[in-house]
């Protein structure tokens, strides 16, 4: 079932355009990475899909009381509050603890696992590596249905990674997750996102199974841009040579029958037709503008019969 799917997004950061007309969904239970180059917007889609923000144009459509659990790049707290407070309060709402003690311990517990043995420490006085792993905690403490975590893997040491990543493989719920550790994706997650030049790309693997799609992918487009260079020099060689008369007709043109000129015509139309060029190319290429500009050659409208 999908939690979140999103189509036709669009969405622009001052003059820089981050997503264009792309498209995006996760499953239940689906565990997926998102990765991209730094500043192209990986961060905004997560608030996208928590619903934090709010797309130019396109669609976003969330599954009916879906509850979600978001980390931001940097969480807020409120003043005065300690460690195990801040924790209590963002889980407030949670019905799945049998009693405040027990919701207490489980944090306390998380807390000790993120590195954080002072539980009433002012959140004043914490670095901010360490406030990050509170509101980790914090988030990880919850029963969402979908986790959104941006760089979760930020600012912890090797065995507080290895106890979140067992964590994340037994959770339940649905996982979006934005962390340069590529081990960690390859071992958490089932599938890779990548955000490229406004695009969203969807591999079903983890990180290692993405690096091999993605390097087949890219040898398909090259493929197909080869082969779309060719059918181009072999159009503008076409011109350059200019169309070869046509063997006059030896029968006698009635009313209602095409001519030979009329017929060849058709047969040039009709040859664009299999043609793999966009329509826009094949626009460009018949109009005496583009053949002057790509062939330095001057064109009457005798020249090409297809306007005869």
Same mark, same amino acid.
Do not use: C, W
């Given at each position: 079932?999908? !939690?979140?799917?999103? =189509?036709?997004? @669009?969405?622009?950061? @001052? =003059?820089? !355009? !981050?997503?264009?007309?792309?498209?995006?969904?996760?499953?239940?239970?689906?565990?997926?990475?998102?990765?991209?180059?730094?500043? @192209?917007?990986?961060?905004?889609?997560?608030?996208?899909? +928590?619903? !934090?923000? =709010? %797309?130019?144009?396109?669609?976003?459509?969330?599954?009916?009381?879906?509850?979600?659990?978001?980390? %931001?790049?940097? %969480? =807020?707290?409120? %003043?005065?509050?300690? +460690?195990? $407070?801040?924790?209590?309060?963002?889980? +407030?709402? $949670?019905t799945h603890y049998s009693s405040a003690e027990e919701m207490q311990a489980t944090a306390k517990s998380m807390l000790n696992e993120l590195g954080i043995p002072d539980h009433e420490a002012k959140m004043e006085t914490l670095s901010g590596g360490q406030r990050k792993r509170v509101a980790l905690a914090g988030v990880l403490m919850s029963r969402a249905e979908l986790l959104v975590l941006d760089e979760p893997t930020n600012h912890l040491d090797s065995s507080m990674a290895g106890w979140l990543e067992e964590y994340l493989k037994a959770f339940r719920g649905a996982l979006l997750m934005i962390t340069h550790d590529r081990y960690f994706l390859d071992s958490v997650t089932g599938r890779i996102v990548e955000l490229d030049k406004g695009k969203l790309y969807s591999y079903q693997a983890g990180y290692r199974g993405y690096l091999e799609l993605k390097a087949q992918r890219l040898e398909m487009m090259e493929a197909t841009e080869r082969k779309r260079q060719s059918i181009l020099r072999n159009e503008i060689a076409w011109m350059q040579r200019g169309p070869e008369p046509g063997p006059p007709s030896r029968r006698p043109t009635s009313r209602g029958t095409r001519s030979s000129g009329t017929r060849r015509g058709r047969s040039m139309t009709e040859m664009w037709s299999w043609n793999p060029l966009p329509a826009a190319w094949a626009a460009q290429l018949w109009s005496l503008r583009a053949c002057a500009r790509l062939t330095g050659t001057r064109f009457s409208w005798r020249t090409l019969p297809i306007f005869s």
């Open positions: 079932m999908n !939690l979140v799917t999103i =189509e036709h997004l @669009t969405k622009s950061y @001052t =003059e820089r !355009l !981050l997503f264009d007309d792309t498209a995006f969904s996760i499953n239940e239970g689906e565990k997926v990475g998102l990765i991209g180059i730094n500043g @192209t917007g990986k961060s905004t889609l997560l608030k996208i899909v +928590a619903g !934090l923000e =709010e %797309p130019d144009s396109g669609t976003v459509v969330r599954g009916r009381n879906l509850y979600i659990r978001y980390l %931001p790049q940097i %969480p =807020e707290f409120v %003043p005065g509050d300690t +460690a195990l $407070e801040s924790i209590m309060r963002d889980n +407030a709402n $949670e």
